[in-house]
Structure formats: structure tokens, C-alpha cells
């Protein structure tokens, strides 16, 4: 629809008639999300309430089938992690820019660049990793309020350098794969991990059936300490937890988005927000 017929319409929001509101409505609900900033110039330039709560609820409605059908897509070819995590922020701010977290991720990934060499182990690798994200940088776990949305949504976690087990693997893990290091999340139950595989190992070659060989296992959340399976299988059995084989195996980007979206959930019934709780598992249906 051209420019003049959508400020056309926005201009008729006020109608008192529902029916005009309705239609009007409904024709600019098939637009994109590239007409809000019309909509916000529209809400910024009246002090009718009434006109104001409709323009508000126009705008969040363009927003979320936005994220939807970003998520959508993002779906049918889940390889940039990253990209992933945005969109989960991106719900809740939804004028975040990708290039913002792409920028940010990329200063912390030059900063361990720095200090890495071809002549290091895996181990002394991680230490490199860990010495930069969590005493240079000051990343760890936000202890004061653990259930709050704002640690599963990645550009507050950047900000803060607090986050949950989750997204802070999110973070380490784009940055490993992103100096080459087969770094890869492991969907573990009441914590999230992050599992090093051997070197020249992918999640391509388990995807074809090929066994994965994993050196160890990183916990993001205690300042990357390694593991070993053993201590994996002591958790699940301390946690009274059924053995499972994908608590040691890397998981996908779509499992880890699909997590970060799950403790939206459970943040937004926390703090009782009910019309979020139930957008977000719309977003949910999606990886059904």
C-alpha cells in the first residue's frame, strides 16, 4: 500500500465508529512492521488516550508477527545462533538491531583473538576464552534475580554481563565457533552446558550418524569450568534425573532457542504478565 493510504488510514484509528476502527484495522494489520514509525509519530502527536491504546496495540500486533514470521523462517535453516537469541530479544525490544549483538560479539571474539595461538591446546584455549569473558569482561551468573526475563534475552546480558546458564553459554559459544573452536551447547536439565568437541569435530558428523568425540565439558556458569562425563553423570543422578543420552550430547540452535524461549515463560508467569506468557508460547508453536 502506497505512503498517503496508510497515513490515510491511521488517521481514521480515532473513528469512534468500531465499525470504521475495525476495518481500518484490519487493512493496516496486512502491512509490514515498516509503518510503526508512522504509527508512533501518529501516538506522539495527540493526547486522545483512546486513540493513543489503539495505536499502541497496532503497533505491538505489526511488531510480534514480525518475530513470528522472522522466527518462522529463521526455522527452516537454524545455523546462526546468534540470530536465533536476537529474535528472542527481539520480542521484547523490538527495535534491537542485529548489527548491535553482531558488533558487540565481535569485539569479545577480537579481544580472545588476541590472545589465542596455533601453538595451544584445547585446554589452554578455553582458559584464554575464560580469563577474557569472565575476569576481563566480568560475565557470570545474575545471582541477586536469577528469574528475571532480562537473563535469557542476550543484549541485556551483553550490557549487564549477568546472565543464566543459557545465555551465557549462547555467548561463549558464538565467540568459540567464531575463532574456529567446536564449542557446542548441551541441552542438560536444570543447567545448561557447553561441550568441546575433538578437534576437526562438528555437528555435522553426528547428523550423519557418525559418533561425536567430545574432549570435555565447559560450564559457563561457574566461569567455564571443565568437566568431565563423570561429573556430568554424577549431576543427573544427584538431580534424580532418568539417564539420557542427550544430556552429554550437543544439541541443536533450534533446542537452545527453544530453551531461551521456555524461561521466558516461566519469567513472565513469575512476574505475572500473562499476555506475555501466552505470546510467547504462540512463538513456542512453532517448533512443534
Known amino acids: ?15 469512534p ?7 481500518v484495522e484490519g487493512e493496516l494489520l496486512k502491512e509490514e512492521v515498516d509503518i510503526v514509525p508512522d504509527l508512533e509519530k501518529a501516538w506522539e502527536s495527540t493526547y486522545d488516550s483512546t486513540y493513543q491504546r489503539r495505536l ?3 503497533i505491538h500486533t505489526l511488531q510480534f508477527k514480525d518475530v513470528k514470521g522472522r522466527l518462522r523462517q529463521w526455522l527452516a535453516a537454524p545455523e546462526d545462533l546468534l540470530y536465533g537469541a536476537w529474535l528472542v530479544a527481539r520480542y521484547q525490544y523490538p527495535g534491537l538491531r542485529y548489527e548491535e549483538l553482531d558488533l558487540k560479539i565481535n569485539q569479545l571474539r577480537k579481544d580472545v ?9 584445547a585446554l589452554e584455549k578455553v582458559r ?14 545474575n545471582t541477586t534475580n536469577f528469574m528475571a526475563a532480562q537473563n535469557s534475552l542476550i543484549c541485556d ?50 547428523n550423519k550418524g557418525e559418533e561425536i568425540s567430545i574432549l570435555f565439558y565447559l560450564n559457563p556458569i561457574n566461569k567455564g569450568a571443565v568437566l568431565g562425563r563423570k561429573e556430568i553423570e554424577f549431576f543427573v ?3 534424580k534425573l532418568e539417564p539420557n543420552p542427550s544430556y552429554y550430547l550437543p544439541c541443536s540452535n533450534k533446542d537452545i532457542v527453544q530453551r ?7 519469567a513472565f508467569e513469575s512476574s505475572n504478565q500473562p499476555e506475555k506468557v501466552e505470546e510467547i508460547r504462540e512463538l513456542l508453536s512453532l517448533f512443534a
Open 237 to 239: 543422578k544427584q538431580q
Open 17 to 23: 465508529s468500531d465499525e470504521i476502527f475495525s476495518t
Open 157 to 206: 546480558v551483553l550490557d549487564t554481563r549477568k546472565g543464566n546458564p543459557i545465555s551465557l553459554s549462547v555467548i561463549y559459544s558464538v565467540v568459540a565457533q567464531r575463532l574456529g573452536l567446536p564449542v557446542y551447547g548441551v541441552n542438560l536439565p536444570k543447567n545448561f552446558i557447553l561441550a568441546y568437541l575433538d578437534e576437526g569435530g562438528d555437528l555435522v558428523s553426528g
Open 56 to 58: 499502541e496495540n497496532l
Open 1 to 15: 500500500m502506497e505512503r498517503n493510504k496508510v497515513l490515510a488510514l491511521i488517521t481514521l484509528l480515532d473513528d
Open 260 to 266: 531461551m524461549l521456555n524461561n521466558l515463560v516461566f
Open 128 to 141: 584464554v576464552i575464560n580469563h577474557i569473558l569472565f575476569d576481563v569482561h566480568g560475565f557470570g551468573r
Open 113 to 121: 583473538w588476541l590472545e589465542l595461538n596455533d601453538h595451544l591446546t
